[in-house]
Each structure stands twice: as structure tokens, then as C-alpha cells.
């Protein structure tokens, strides 16, 4: 069974940073698209990062551009999102996603077209 199991989720002020880890098993790590997806409450899931399944490739979130950065160590078997100067309107619950597809489908952009999803890690930003 693939399990993907985030963690590095918090309550923090604005403008402080976290990593958000993101650690797969039971699968070929290497072969998957990643994504950071995140629901705030009222709101719809959106992507807010992804990367191809060699590392090569990513897709960011106008929001979140140029302050989040979507990496992945496949030795590791493990994905993050390193997220800086965060703010207020961030908080969510952020999951992370593993996909089997080619990613010049663009399936990436959508959630329902992942295979794996993990539980989710509350990300909370205070102002």
C-alpha cells in the first residue's frame, strides 16, 4: 500500500517560514508528479504547487510565487514545500498528492487525476 505522510505543519506569525515534509513508502517515489494542494475553510482545494516526477519541471500558484519552493529528493523518497514569508491568507490544511501521469497532460492541475494523497498538515498563520 503507498502512503504518503506530510509533517513540518504549525502555527506560526506572518512572515515566518516552515517545511512542510512529505515522505512516501510501499511505491516508486521516482516515478510520480508531485503536488501541494491546501483547503482553507469557505474555500476551494487548490494547487499550490508541482513538480515532475524527475524534479526538472514545476508549477507554482501566482499566490504563492516566489515564496514557496517545491523540491524533491528521490533518494529520499521525499517531497517538500519550503514556504517563506507566509501570510494570514495561507492557512490551510496542506496535503500532499502523487500522480501517475505524464505531466504534459496536465493532469497535475487537477486533484481527482492523483493516485496517492496523504492526510493533510494544518498550516495555521496568525496575524
Known amino acids: 500500500q503507498v502512503q504518503l505522510i506530510e509533517s513540518g505543519g504549525g502555527l506560526v506569525q506572518a512572515g515566518d517560514s516552515l517545511r512542510l515534509s512529505c515522505a512516501a513508502s510501499?511505491?516508486?517515489?521516482?516515478?510520480?508528479?508531485m503536488g501541494w494542494f491546501r483547503q482553507a475553510p469557505g474555500k476551494e482545494r487548490e494547487l499550490v504547487a508541482a513538480?515532475?516526477?524527475?524534479?526538472?519541471?514545476?508549477y507554482y500558484a501566482d499566490a504563492v510565487k516566489g515564496r514557496f519552493t517545491i523540491s524533491r529528493d528521490n533518494a529520499k523518497n521525499t517531497a517538500y514545500l519550503q514556504m517563506s514569508t507566509l501570510k494570514p491568507e495561507d492557512t490551510a490544511v496542506y496535503s500532499c498528492l502523487g500522480g501517475i501521469f505524464r505531466w504534459n497532460t496536465n493532469l497535475y492541475k487537477t486533484p481527482q487525476a492523483y493516485r496517492y494523497w496523504g492526510q493533510g498538515t494544518q498550516v495555521t498563520v496568525s496575524s
Open positions: 513538480m515532475d516526477s524527475r524534479g526538472i519541471t514545476t
Open positions: 510501499g511505491g516508486t517515489f521516482s516515478n510520480y508528479v
